[in-house]
């Protein structure tokens, strides 16, 4: 399993580079199964532009983590719309976790885009899910607290 979330997550970021504006976090957040607690790790996303729907923009994102309960993983496909030109997007997403099993994952989102303000493309975000175990896998409310760079090609 570790070697496909690797494989996705390669595969995530050859795709961003081809497709443009690639973002890197680094999270730190919390995970609600007892053996859990604190969590920090990365995140990998990257503005679709495959395929666009009519507004917003599509967010594949890949998160890799660690924490008392271990290796963490998650895939998801995530819709943030723009509030006006603020740098603001708000949004939520659907995908797969992995925490000692599989897990249905769903998560609302927030994201705030520096470079308008500092000139820098910094990323400030937060996130919260609920992930829904399946065969022993743990379910759990989880939460993220993410800065990052947004790189634009």
Same mark, same amino acid.
């Given at each position: 399993m570790k070697r496909l979330l690797v494989l996705v997550?390669?595969?995530v970021g050859m795709t961003a580079? *081809? *497709?443009?504006?690639f973002s890197v976090s680094?999270?730190?957040g919390y995970a609600s199964a007892p053996a859990n607690g604190l969590v920090g790790g990365i995140e990998a996303t990257w503005d679709c532009q495959l395929y666009q729907p009519g507004k917003g923009r599509l967010r594949p994102t890949i998160d890799i983590e660690y924490g008392k309960g271990g290796?963490? *993983?998650a895939a998801l496909?995530?819709?943030?719309?723009?509030?006006g030109k603020t740098g603001l997007?708000?949004?939520g997403g659907v995908g797969l976790r992995y925490n000692s099993g599989i897990q249905a994952y769903l998560r609302g989102d927030v994201m705030f885009r520096m470079d308008r303000y500092i000139g820098v493309p910094v990323v400030l975000g937060a996130d919260v899910g609920y992930a829904y175990g399946f065969g022993g896998a743990p379910q759990e409310v989880v939460t993220?607290?993410?800065?990052g760079y947004c790189f634009e090609f």
């Open positions: 997550f390669l595969l580079m *081809a *497709a443009g504006n680094g999270s730190i290796f963490q *993983a496909m995530r819709h943030l719309f723009p509030m997007g708000l949004g993220h607290f993410k800065v």
